[in-house]
């Protein structure tokens, strides 16, 4: 019952959260998020939970995210880093592959870039309940990130994709944007979400990195990235175009 009334109450705020937004990026099928700073400090009120249940047909598995690190040194000055994990997401059920990291892969085989996928020391759960408890924690206990981008001199411009929790950037995006100098180089967000859109990450990107160049973010949905792979495409076509790329 309590679950069901907080289903509820988190589907009526993702409602406001989605009317709430509005510019600031692209989006394959809702606006993309300008929440203020204010607004956000409230993310972790029940009025802006993640705002569903995971697809009831959805069901743990062995299926763990793919853990492995690809940094590669192509010469590339644009670096695509992402967060994206695998398991048991929102919408879609167990995945193999994250909603971000296919759309992660499809900027840097459109581009040429290079990739880096940002990993905790620390594996996450592959199920959608554990994600949103380790999520909450992590705000008071950041995670470590397993890997360093030694040649982080090299790129001038940085795609920056992770899923949006709790209507924010993860905590993990948090500590990438602190553990590196962006000073001076540009910073292009991109995400994918469960109907909020950026949700007004780009302005936790610039306030973390506030003297870097903060490009049009995109925002397409998981379930989008992860079913409908061509329109997915479609959109990551058309924004790296409108955005000379
Ligand atoms: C802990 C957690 C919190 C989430 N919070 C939101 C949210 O506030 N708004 C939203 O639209 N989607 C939310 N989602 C859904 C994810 O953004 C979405 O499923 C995303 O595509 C997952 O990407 P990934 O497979 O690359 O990790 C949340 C998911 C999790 C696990």
């Not at 697809?55 to 793919?66: G, L």
């Not at 594996?123 to 554990?130: L, R």
């Not at 090299?154 to 950037?169: A, E, K, N, S, V």
Request: hydrophobic share 30%.
């Amino acid at each position: 019952m309590v679950k069901k009334l907080l289903s509820f109450l988190l589907c009526a705020c993702l409602l406001l959260t989605v009317t709430a937004c509005s510019g600031g990026g692209t989006t394959d099928s809702e606006p993309a998020g300008t929440k203020s700073p204010e607004s956000r400090s409230n993310q972790h009120d029940t009025s802006n939970q993640p705002e569903n249940e995971p697809d009831a047909s959805a069901s743990p598995s062995e299926n763990e995210p793919d853990q492995s690190s690809d940094e590669t040194t192509s010469g590339s000055n644009i670096l695509v880093a992402y967060f994206s994990l695998a398991g048991e997401q929102y919408e879609v059920g167990v995945i193999e592959k994250g909603n971000t990291e296919i759309v992660a892969e499809m900027i840097a085989d459109a581009i040429g870039a290079d990739t880096f996928k940002i990993e905790s020391t620390e594996e996450y759960p592959t199920t959608y309940d554990g994600l949103l408890d380790i999520s909450r924690k992590e705000e008071d206990d950041p995670p470590e990130i397993a890997d360093t981008v030694d040649n982080m001199d090299d790129y001038d411009t940085i795609f920056l994709g992770y899923p949006i929790w709790w209507g924010d950037t993860p905590t993990i995006i948090k500590v990438f944007l602190q553990s590196y100098d962006f000073s001076g180089k540009t910073i292009i967000p991109f995400c994918t979400h469960g109907g909020s859109g950026l949700a007004g990450t780009d302005r936790t990107i610039s306030g973390l990195c506030p003297d870097s160049t903060i490009g049009e973010g995109l925002a397409i949905r998981g379930s989008t990235a992860q079913n409908d792979r061509d329109s997915a495409k479609e959109s990551v076509t058309k924004w790296l175009s409108d955005n000379g790329y």
